[in-house]
């Protein structure tokens, strides 16, 4: 982002993109919510200070998704249940879709779900090795993948699904043999595999949802994607925009029936118009 602020505090439609995450989740009336930080943790802990019921764990040195997730061991093990592991960055997975992605966790009994999507061009993600039963196997990272698991399209979100039974014994056996240096997450799928414990997938029908920002350019996009689905949304509960393509209102602004906003109208924080 080349920017002093951390990533997940830069808004997107008036919510930063932590506090996006956060909406969604609290949906799911989780039991506990953790955040792993590192960069700029201060900040982040101060502009979600108002949030409730949020623990927070620091990454220090950054080793990794794998030695990410494994800060949380004093907080997490010995717990039972499933851990849904999301990123700070990626703020348009929908309620449904996390939901679906839980119930086919716990339907199909498994140890781990991926979310996965279909790119047509998957450069840059991880690609979801395939065993010849059709469980996966492995996660391959672009930068470790052959000519041949870079041809596959279907790609790890970094969305999963996770029993905490046995899990962070695991996490401890994670090794940094690769590109970075690091403690891949994905590898924890390989493990699963060798130890006959079911991983399984599920595959978004949207991929937009699964879209990451690491970038003006990616924010500036992702904006107008916010901007374009909350506009539709304001408009199909009965308010009239007269120019959609330069109107700009932000998730928290409410807007009453029957109101008009004419062209070039920006409406930020919790702004009220037109509701009695």
């Not at 590192?38 to 998704?65: C, M, R, Y």
């Not at 199909?108 to 061009?121: K, W």
């Not at 807007?255 to 924080?269: E, S």
Request: proline fraction near 4%; charge should be negative; include cysteine.
């Amino acid at each position: 982002m080349k920017s002093a602020r951390p990533k997940v505090l830069h808004d997107l439609a008036g919510r930063t993109l932590i506090e996006h995450v956060l909406h969604t989740t609290r949906a799911l009336a989780a039991t506990s919510t953790t955040l792993v930080v590192g960069h700029g943790a201060d900040d982040v802990k101060a502009a979600l200070a108002g949030w409730p019921n949020i623990q927070f764990v620091e990454q220090s040195p950054q080793l990794g998704t794998g030695h990410a997730l494994l800060q949380t061991e004093a907080l997490l093990s010995g717990k039972k249940g499933t851990l849904l592991l999301l990123y700070g960055d990626v703020p348009l997975l929908s309620i449904g879709t996390l939901q679906r992605l839980l119930e086919s966790h716990h339907a199909r009994h498994a140890a781990a779900t991926v979310l996965t999507a279909e790119f047509p061009d998957p450069y840059g993600y991880g690609r979801i090795v395939r065993a010849p039963n059709g469980q996966i196997a492995r996660i391959v990272e672009e930068r470790d993948a052959s000519a041949e698991q870079r041809a596959v399209h279907e790609v790890n979100s970094g969305i999963y699904a996770l029993s905490l039974s046995k899990l962070f014994e695991t996490l401890h056996r994670l090794a940094a043999d690769n590109a970075q240096g690091e403690y891949y997450l994905t590898d924890l799928v390989a493990l699963y595999h060798q130890e006959e414990r079911k991983v399984d997938a599920l595959c978004v029908d949207t991929p937009d949802e699964l879209r990451g920002i690491n970038s003006r350019i990616e924010l500036a996009e992702m904006a107008k994607i916010v901007r374009d689905r909350r506009n539709r949304a304001v408009m199909l509960s009965g308010v009239t925009l007269e120019d959609p393509a330069t109107t700009y209102i932000d998730e928290d602004v409410t807007i009453g029936v029957d109101t008009t906003i004419g062209p070039g109208v920006r409406l930020q924080g919790r702004t009220s118009v037109g509701a009695r």
